[in-house]
């Protein structure tokens, strides 16, 4: 997730003011690097650039004194080349008098820059926002008009993404959505457009809603859509947006925590898509096949995530690997590790103390460091010799959702290919995420109703379910503030069965090759008292032995994979039980107490 801004005006004016604020609103879509460029009648186009926060960026390159009648910005989140200056956007073509800025994923980017540079281009950065610039200039250049060449330029870029784009001599940018966020505004005297509604909410209420396959064109006070599939010419008026600022942030939903749980069928489709065009996707794998010892190592929601995909190895690649919580790698693993083996190492932030530390010990010992990490650029992406971007953008809620959700797909997309099976299974993972969303969202509230006067509860899991149990048990005390432990449901009787008394809240998450042990452990809370809700697919023993069930509709795979993707969509219920039994206790579940994002002390 980046964010882009593109500005006309009517006369030539100081846009600095305008495009720092409009990269303040943006930052929250990506801080690694921050540009800005104006677009000028004649002559070059003032492009300045740089990694760094806006505000640092905008001050060394002296944002506020940018004036013009045209002007692009851009804030990336790193997915393609690392956050350096060469990488930042916007970016030029060939010769300099064009320059355009993108958002999303250009999937084959790597083949797209060799093409490039083949047809005599150049081709100064690694980053897949420059392709777009140049598969505008391919097109531009065999004597097609702007629109005409951005459409041509569709056929060449893969992936989700939009982009604007202007040249030097004219009064206008264009402007693509091609599955990533777009919006205009449109004033008298400017046009602007924006990643999302905040970006230009205070310059404009007037605003004009995008759509995928449609193409902008605009000049101060006016615009243009055309299609992408034929080329004709979209009628659309401008609407008056209603949202407060703050609604718009958090795109119609109540809390970051609910978008981000929202957003997850999107974010999976586009890991699948980088992952499908993946270089170093190779890389991993090879590294992995050639291993002595595989660990997965880190913390919290990570660890759960990396849990969970030992389980994959094991059922589709016939590997083992090794589970460990980053702290205690060193003291169980430390001395025995050596240049054979290999770590995953697993993390949102890329910056947890517990993992860097770790890391430390691994590399004393030559051991193999990969690395699944979103924010690129922080320092695990640095110390991996190869890592996989997981492509969820910001996540603002401090209880992590999308990335767990995108940590538990690559391990499984790093499974079925290891094991030698076709990842084309996962294509349908993005609708089936959606479709269980909407199915358990209506089913959540009497349970969160049961759950309101306990402040002590079970989550149990087996095999595939297991390290589910254990995330939906973080998720609840992590917002909730109550006490819910998650384990193997099979450990039960070994011990907290003697918690349970008359109404005691228990949850089961049942995988569909283990019912009947499940429902052995359901009885033998039933039978004392307890009160048992059952997560899994429709299963008439499920119902007719628990009080309560949340079911996710069953999901159109070979059998063999339906247990392995029940246990990635079955965390969804519990996400969305902690957010509202986190409401219902009057709780901010975006920011609970005593917790913050990024770990980095030890
Ligand atoms: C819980 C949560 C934490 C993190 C943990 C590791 O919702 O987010 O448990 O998973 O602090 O953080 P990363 O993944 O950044 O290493």
Not at 49 to 68: C, I, N, P, T, W
Not at 327 to 353: L, M, N
Not at 490 to 496: A, R
Not at 538 to 552: F, H, M, Y
């Amino acid at each position: 997730m980046c964010g882009i801004f593109g500005i006309v005006t009517k006369e030539t004016q100081n846009l600095g003011p305008i495009l720092v604020g409009a990269g303040e609103r943006l930052s929250y879509r990506g801080y690694d690097t921050v540009g800005a460029a104006t677009i000028p009648q004649e002559g070059k186009i003032d492009l300045r650039k740089d990694a760094g926060r806006v505000q640092e960026v905008a001050e060394k390159y002296k944002f506020l004194e940018m004036s013009g009648d045209r002007a692009i910005l851009q804030l990336r989140w790193a997915t393609f080349g690392a956050p350096s200056k060469l990488n930042s956007q916007p970016h030029l073509d060939s010769d300099g008098d064009l320059v355009g800025a993108h958002n999303g994923n250009v999937v084959n980017n790597v083949e797209l820059r060799e093409e490039f540079t083949a047809e005599g281009m150049t081709v100064r950065s690694e980053n897949d926002g420059e392709s777009c610039v140049h598969a505008v200039e391919r097109y531009y250049d065999q004597g097609h008009e702007m629109v005409e060449a951005i459409r041509m330029a569709t056929h060449d870029l893969e992936g989700d993404y939009s982009f604007v784009i202007g040249k030097v001599g004219e009064d206008r940018l264009y402007a693509i959505k091609m599955g990533s966020g777009l919006v205009a505004g449109i004033e008298e005297d400017l046009t602007c457009i924006g990643s999302d509604l905040p970006s230009i909410l205070p310059i404009t209420r007037n605003i004009l809603r995008l759509y995928d396959g449609e193409i902008i064109t605009f000049w101060s006070g006016g615009y243009e859509i055309t299609s992408v599939v034929d080329g004709s010419s979209i009628e659309r008026d401008p609407e008056i947006a209603e949202d407060s600022m703050e609604a718009a942030q958090k795109g119609g939903y109540d809390h970051f925590m609910l978008k981000e749980i929202h957003e997850q069928s999107q974010v999976a489709g586009e890991l699948l898509h980088l992952l499908d065009n993946s270089k170093d996707l190779n890389l991993f794998l090879n590294k992995l096949k050639d291993a002595r010892n595989i660990y997965v190592i880190a913390c919290g929601t990570s660890f759960h995530a990396g849990l969970l995909g030992s389980v994959y190895f094991n059922q589709f690649a016939g590997k083992a690997v090794i589970p460990v919580l980053a702290p205690q790698f060193t003291a169980q693993y430390g001395s025995s590790v050596g240049p054979e083996d290999v770590g995953i190492f697993i993390s949102q932030s890329g910056e947890t103390k517990d993992v860097l530390n770790a890391i430390e010990v691994a590399a004393e010992q030559s051991m193999g460091i990969l690395g699944l990490v979103n924010v690129v650029g922080s320092t695990l992406t640095l110390v991996s010799e190869v890592y996989l971007p997981l492509t969820c953008g910001y996540e603002i809620s401090v209880p992590a959702t999308k990335t767990y959700t995108n940590q538990v797909l690559t391990l499984l997309y790093l499974a079925l290919s290891l094991g030698g099976y076709k990842t084309s299974v996962l294509d349908d993972i993005p609708s089936m995420m959606d479709r269980t969303l909407d199915e358990v969202s209506k089913q959540i509230d009497p349970v969160v109703d049961k759950l309101i006067d306990w402040d002590d509860l079970y989550i149990l899991g087996y095999g595939l379910t297991y390290p589910v149990a254990l995330e939906g048990a973080l998720k609840l005390k992590e917002i909730t503030y109550t006490h819910c432990e998650g384990i193997l449901s099979t450990e039960f009787k070994h011990g907290p069965l003697s918690a349970v008394s008359e109404g005691y809240p228990v949850i089961f998450t049942a995988g569909p090759d283990d019912i009947p042990l499940i429902i052995s452990g359901i009885n033998e809370v039933t039978c004392r008292g307890g009160h048992v809700i059952a997560i899994g697919f429709q299963d008439s023993r499920l119902e007719g032995n628990a009080q309560e069930t949340i079911i996710i509709p069953i999901i159109d795979v070979p059998e063999e994979y339906r247990s392995a993707i029940l246990a990635l969509l079955s965390v969804i219920p519990l996400q969305l039980l902690s957010y509202r039994c986190s409401l219902s206790r009057g709780y901010d579940p975006d920011f609970p107490r005593n917790l913050s994002k990024t770990l980095t002390v030890d």
